[in-house]
Each structure stands twice: as C-alpha cells, then as structure tokens.
C-alpha cells in the first residue's frame, strides 16, 4: 500500500493508472477508522480496480475548536486496518500542505445547509464544500463513496458534483451499526461507559419514531412523544429531531410510499455529539 502524502505524489500515483483506463474508487476519511468506513472501502473494491483511501481531520469543517483538537486519531492502526483491507494507497496530507493559505473561496448550499446540521454548525458544510472539492481535484477517482451515516453531507456532496459539473459518480453506502444499534463513529471512542450506555437513546429514539410512522401516526405526535422519551436520559440534550425528505430535507407530515424518507437526529451525550438517521419505508 502506497503512502501519499503530498498533492504531486499523488497526481505521479493516478494519472498513469487513469490513462491505463483504470477504474479508481475514492473514500474521503478523518481517520480512526472503524467497520462504518472499512464497508464503504469494501465497496469501492467491489466496483474499482484502484482504491485510494483520505486521512484528514479537516479543520475547516469544525465549528468547535475543542471538537477538532480532541477528535481521535490513530494513523498507525488505520494504516493496518487499510492495508488488511487491500486499499491500493492512503493519502494523508498536512494542513499546511492542502491548505498552503486559508482558502478564499467559500460554499453556500442554500436549503442544504439552513436546516439540521447546518443550522447547528455554521460553516460546516463550507468546510465540507473545500475539502471534497480539493480532494476530487487531486484524486480525480471515478466513484467516490460517502456513508448514508452523514445524510445531509451527502445531499451536499451531490449537489456539489452537480452544481459544478465535476467528474464523478457519488455512491452512497448503508450505516453500519454496533450489535446493539449505536451507529459506529469515530467520536464513540470518546463515549465513557455510562456515556456509551446512554448513547443507545439515539437509536431507541429513531426506531420508535420510524415504527410509528409505518402505523399511520403524524410526526407532530411522535416527535413529541419522542422528546419526552430523550428527556428521561439525564445524559442526552436533543439538538435536533426531524422526518424529512431524504433529498430536499424538508420536513414531512407522514409517510408517503412515493417518497424517500428518513428520522435524522442529533444529540449531544455528555460532551459528544453524536447524529443518526433511519429510513423509513412501509
Ligand atoms: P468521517 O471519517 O467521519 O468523516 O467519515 C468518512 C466517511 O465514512 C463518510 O462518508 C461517513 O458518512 C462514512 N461513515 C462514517 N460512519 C459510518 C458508518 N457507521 N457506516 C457507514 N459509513 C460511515
């Protein structure tokens, strides 16, 4: 597995396995990596001949400064992880080498980003905007794989590709959970045990919400009757909880068989925010 860890390495690394008509697949990452990401890898291996695998805490996307210097970080155990999976190279950039001068240019996705996350952090999806684009530009994959996990990022990813014409196909990958449903993420590592406990709220919380929907109940009801549910776990505070159309993220009265609908929720436990996301089909 070969490390990458400068934008013309990797340029060298991809553009004679472009002109050789190689298929590359792309999986952005911060790293301290778990099954969640390893899925989306084993996906791009599925459909690509070359799979190149990012490691980078982008510091852009942070709206909490704390939140970036504490997120984990465990370079050498991805490193194993990746080369177990037969990732084909890593691309593990500095800041300063990605981000020689804070960027001028700036992302405003509209609706995307006035709703849920981007109501809760301001200039996250600017952060996300740069740094997938700047990445796609250096890696130029032909398919780029982004968990259903992070289901805003991704209505932000394609309407990104979209808007400015890039050259790729965006492949959306399933959550993948812990055996008892807390969707993985590399902030769980931070969760202490009573933490890690109360955390199951958040699947708790969206499974109810989706069971009652399939019954024909109005969200106006459940999602009140969801709330109370998250205020009897004295370590939760509820940042959002909403059922929305998957794609254009407004918000939904009920079912509807002909649309594509999911429960998003995010949720402080203790001091780590943690978000989900169930769909809901009848
Ligand atoms: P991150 O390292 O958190 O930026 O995540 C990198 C990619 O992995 C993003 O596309 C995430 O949506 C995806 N991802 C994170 N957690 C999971 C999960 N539990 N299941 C599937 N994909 C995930």
Redesign the pocket.
Known sequence: MKILSTISEVRTYVNPLRADNQRIGF???????????L??VASARQSCSVVIVS?FI?PLQFNNFSDFTAYPQMIEKDLELLGNASVDAVFFPTADELYPSTPALSFNFGILEHSLEGTFRPGHFNGVGIVVSKLLNIVKPHIA??????LQ??CVVKALVRDLSFDVSIEV?????EQDGL?????NLRLNATERKASLVLFQTLNFCKDELIKGEFWFNIREKAITMIQQEPLARLEYLEFIDSSSLENQECIDSTKHQSVVIACFIGEIRLIDNLVVKV
């Open positions: 999986v952005p990452t911060m790293g301290a990596l778990h099954q969640g990401h899925s989306l490691i982008n794989f982004f968990g259903q996990k992070d990022q991704v990958v399933d959550t993948i959970r969707a993985m993420s590399s902030r």
